[in-house]
């Protein structure tokens, strides 16, 4: 596609749930980052692919965020037992190698909200 | 540790102003700074990268400088237009694949 999709728009679960969220990055970009960004902040590192495989995933906070990337392009990004302070806008972004010099393009995120 | 500190926090100025955005930052080895461009409800787009070797760089009516001796940022945007109303974020890359570091953004807000 022309940019980087990102789907749902918005999504609102109970605590304790289970959400995947969905990234579509640019065609032949190589890697894939994750961030959350809560209110009046800068996006927090998340993890990164390279290809399929993730090159560092030093971001996630804790072990029930989870992400993927199976073929290379389309990435999952995972949350087990949802608590209310994942709420937070998710965002997404990829570039054609690494992270750099390479330019990130974003999609225009995820607004989680847990309940 | 590595992080990017900008000012001031939020701006309102009138159309038609010019204003200058602040970024200081301890992010090291150093390899190149942006400042992003972050509207409502959207994804980040870049509007200006740096390296090292560079001091300034325009695009359009946005002049960004560094000065990587005291590792300190600016981004200028002069007669400012309504359409600019938006989050201006600084983030500067280590080198190496290293995660990039963001600053938490200066909300600008032009205003007619």
């Known amino acids: 596609g022309a940019g980087v999709s990102q789907t749902p728009s918005n999504k609102v679960t109970e605590k304790g749930k289970y959400v995947e969220l969905r990234c579509d990055p640019i065609?032949?970009?190589?890697?894939l980052y994750w961030y959350r960004q809560s209110l009046g902040q800068g996006p927090e590192f998340l993890i990164y692919?390279?290809?399929?495989?993730?090159?560092?995933d030093s971001g996630l906070p804790n072990d029930r965020f989870f992400a993927v990337r199976p073929e290379g392009s389309v990435s999952t990004l995972k949350i087990q037992r949802t608590e209310r302070g994942d709420s937070a806008v998710y965002l997404c972004a990829s570039s054609i190698l690494g992270p750099g010099t390479d330019t990130q393009y974003f999609g225009p995120g995820t607004r989680l909200t847990v309940l | 540790k590595n992080q990017v500190e900008q000012s001031p926090q939020s701006l309102i100025i009138l159309e038609g102003k010019n204003c200058t955005l602040q970024?200081?930052?301890?992010?090291?080895?150093?390899?190149?700074l942006r400042w992003y461009k972050q509207d409502t409800g959207r994804g980040p787009v870049s509007l200006t990268i740096m390296t090292f070797s560079e001091n300034t760089k325009s695009n359009g009516r946005y002049t960004a400088t560094l000065d990587a001796d005291t590792k300190q940022s600016s981004l200028h945007i002069t007669a400012s237009q309504l359409s600019d109303s938006a989050s201006y974020i600084c983030?500067?890359?280590?080198?190496?694949?290293?995660?990039?570091?963001f600053g938490k953004g200066t909300r600008l807000s032009v205003i007619a």
């Open positions: 983030v500067v890359s280590a080198r190496g694949n290293t995660p990039l570091v």
């Open positions: 065609s032949g970009h190589t890697a």
């Open positions: 970024c200081n930052y301890t992010v090291s080895p150093f390899s190149n």
């Open positions: 692919f390279q290809g399929t495989g993730a090159a560092d």
